[in-house]
């Protein structure tokens, strides 16, 4: 892949190195990619429990108008800015610990819980509303508007036109997930920032992690608003390497974390895709499938994950390698966009994360 521009070199802060291994290449990456993710970033990268590597370079920036979250100064492995999209894996992680204790099943439908949706629209299931084969277009945005509540959200969505009957399409949209996320809050008559800091975020100690990237509000933005930092995002995905485990405690079962990392939209036809513009640069990324709030990007024979992330606007890549034994987090926060293939533009960091991922796949080959 031909590499973009890099910038000037800035000092590396974080933790040491694996023992033993030679990462400087990583380093270098970091030192010339600075210009194209935000001026900085931080990534946290495990080998099976091992933590192999936990750097931050550059500087924190803002960015438009929007600041990033509660950080400053240098990076490190600790600063919280937003992740946009990135939320969905997280996101996924709270519906699933519902789904988990049999307060809902992914083929509950819409209608079951909420009156005003009729038609097509109530018979939308819970596992196509986190899967982005729900039919609903991606705007008008209600989600994430942090001026109403997410009931208030709800009923809105419950209004709109359908894009696509659902289950016929994958149309990228996170309008479903705050319709799921909502039914959680039923369910379990508990706010959805309560589900997220009971279920995942105490027991995984992601202590400086939530749902009010852009202010507090009582309609969160299931699919985007959360703000978090490379080495709490990067618990998470030792816990899915983990298969629900993270230092000796379950958070998940096995199976639900396998059902997460599974391909749960089949062979339909993509409609929209955020990667899509990555078709010359990562074919792979720009096809791949959804599980529960999670891209697959490598599945075995039967649509279980090898290879998956969940990235994000700003540039935030988590992911998890089975094959490979790799977790962790790549956590720039930029908006600074490139024009690819036939004129379309993508977060420059997004092309950026590419060339990292080769290198960390350099460090470690997959298992024979």
Known sequence: MALLAGGAAAALTGGPARAGEDFSDIDAFFARAQGDIGGGGALVLYHGEERAYAKGFGEVAAVGRIRAGKASGAWTPDTVVPIASASKWISGGVLMSVVEEGLLSLDDTAGEFLPEFTGDKAKITIRQMF????????????????????????????????????????HYSGIGMQVAGYIC??????????LFRERIGDPLGMANTDYFAFGKTENPNVAGSIQTSAEEYGRFTRMVLGKGVLDGRRVLKDETV????????????????????????????????YGIGVWLEKMDADGHAIEMSSGGAFGCQPFVDYGRSNAGCFMPFSREMRQ????????????????????????YPPAP
């Open 131 to 170: 899967s982005h084969t729900h039919g609903f277009p991606e705007g008008p945005q209600v989600h994430r508007d942090t001026t109403i509540t997410m009931k208030e959200a709800v009923s809105r969505i419950a209004g709109m036109t359908l894009e696509h009957e659902p289950g016929t399409a994958l």
């Open 185 to 194: 809050t039923l369910v379990t008559k508990k706010p959805w920032v309560e």
């Open 258 to 289: 396998r059902i997460m990392t599974t391909n749960q939209t089949g062979d339909l036809p993509i409609a929209r895709h955020p990667w899509g513009p990555l078709e010359k640069e990562s074919p792979e990324m720009a096809h791949a499938r």
């Open 340 to 363: 690819v293939g036939q004129g379309l533009a993508i977060n420059a960091a997004a092309i950026r994360y590419l060339e990292l991922e080769e290198l960390i796949h350099a460090h």
